[in-house]
């Protein structure tokens, strides 16, 4: 995990733990961050490396000496890129993944150089070309055996598949996540994957799966600590229930929940869920 290279930058300047997280996140968060048990974003990366003194070329080649941080700052480059609409920073990530492809051969870089490339083309509105989507579909429908990385990369790419087969792949990603049976992390790559699939199921306008997501959703009992997934999985109930009841003082009451994260001063993550919650109501009431 990224988290761990902050920690070597740090330790090997003498520098505080609380001299570095001190107006950029919590004391529990940055712990969990270094000791590589959670992610955080791109911009609060930078927040940190600027605290460490640490150029992003510094990092990278840090990071790249290690394969799977170097996939992870991939990842994390990908996400920002989309946030900000940067089509040539996601060429360059897709471009990476790729070269890690040919380097490693391992068949995850090159899905991620597929989901990249898909990326690009969705943001445009544009078709998606089958030399990107027929990789990930054969390999998650043949796949006998779901793990982390298959539920991952499936909640990623939901909108590939058609309608019949996403159903039987979500309840196959389901039963995977209930192997996890009490762990932490499966619950909140649940709230991801219900957030993706009900979008989906919006466009198909089903009720009936629009009612079984929110039935999964309550049966989900987040940890105190997952501060980021237990709004956005009482936002999305809101919404939910935006759908169901075509009332719009469910999207106000999706809109308040979201205003946390502007006082926990993750703006990114506001504008993002803030721009969600507009197009959810575009599309609930046909604006």
Not at 25 to 32: A, G, L, N, P
Not at 110 to 119: A, D, E, G, K, R
Not at 278 to 284: A, F, L, P
Request: aromatic share 14%; glycine share 4%.
């Amino acid at each position: 995990m990224l988290g761990t290279v902050i920690r070597d930058f740090r330790v090997k300047k003498g520098i505080r733990p609380k001299d570095v997280y001190s107006g950029i996140m919590d004391k529990s968060s940055y712990w969990r961050f270094e000791q590589g048990e959670t992610r955080t974003s791109f911009e609060t990366m930078l927040a940190i490396l600027r605290k460490l003194n640490v150029s992003m070329e510094e990092f990278i080649h840090e990071a790249t000496d290690l394969g799977s941080h170097k996939f992870e700052l991939l990842q994390e480059r990908s996400r920002a890129a989309s946030n900000r609409r940067d089509f040539e920073e996601l060429k360059k990530v897709a471009a990476g993944f790729l070269e890690m492809y040919k380097e490693k051969q391992s068949i995850r870089y090159f899905h991620y150089h597929c989901v990249t490339q898909l990326l690009i083309f969705r943001l445009q509105n544009k078709d998606l070309p089958k030399k990107y989507t027929q990789p990930l579909m054969k390999y998650l429908m043949k796949c006998e055996k779901w793990t982390d990385y298959e539920i991952t990369l499936f909640t990623r790419v939901l909108y590939i598949f058609p309608k019949d087969s996403l159903e039987l792949l979500f309840i196959e990603a389901l039963k995977a996540l209930e192997e996890y049976g009490e762990l932490d992390l499966s619950k909140t790559q649940a709230v991801m994957l219900i957030s993706n699939y009900f979008s989906l199921m919006i466009d198909f306008d089903d009720r009936q799966q629009v009612l079984k997501i929110k039935e999964i959703l309550s049966q989900i009992q987040l940890p105190e600590i997952s501060t980021y997934h237990r709004i956005r999985r009482n936002w999305l109930f809101e919404i939910i229930e935006c759908y169901l009841t075509k009332e719009e003082s469910y999207l106000e009451k999706a809109e308040n929940w979201i205003e946390i994260f502007k006082m926990l001063e993750m703006k990114g993550v506001y504008d993002m869920h803030w721009n969600w919650t507009q197009r959810y109501g575009e599309r609930i009431f046909d604006r």
